[in-house]
């Protein structure tokens, strides 16, 4: 199965697809979204027409995505939502189904600490997904919220096997 993972941004998207398997998971492939320009509704729209393209050329069946958190800051967490709402439309083109993680839990999921900065993230993908070499950390933040998703499913599957 097919997972694609987002880190949705209105300067920058990252986006990371994993190939899961009931005993492991493969890297596919991985990229940022560059998000330019001033015009806040283009900018949506480069994020609804970038995902689209990534979801037309390796045809996930599921997609992970971050929450939205609160912080300080209220207009940036408006935009994130936003931009959440172009990638999330951009699935459901293809009526792919949308899991929804908080940040802490892909870091506690990837790193084994919630509270784990995005530099460890990005390490701990490398090593994971057996990449070399350089990577953007909003790639690696999507690819990581596509392991967390990968690990709650396969805790999913493995209950609903127990209750038979």
Known sequence: MKILGIDPGSRLTGYGIIDFFPNGYRYVTSGTLKITGDNFPQKLKQIF?????????????????????????????????????????????????????????????????????????????????????NMQIDASDALGIAICHAHFYQTQQRLQLSKR
Do not use: W
């Not at 300080?72 to 009526?95: E, F, P, T, W, Y």
């Not at 993680?101 to 990005?122: E, I, N």
């Open 49 to 133: 027409d970038g995902i689209l393209q990534v979801t037309n050329e390796y045809q996930p069946e599921q997609m992970a995505i971050e929450q939205v958190f609160m912080s300080k800051n209220a207009d940036s967490a408006l935009k994130l939502g936003q931009a959440r709402g172009a990638a999330i439309c951009a699935v459901q083109m293809h009526d792919i189904p949308v899991f929804e993680y908080a940040a802490r839990q892909v870091k506690q999921t990837v790193v084994g600490k919630g509270g784990a900065d995005k530099t460890q993230v990005q390490q701990m993908v490398k090593i994971l997904l057996n990449i070399q070499g």
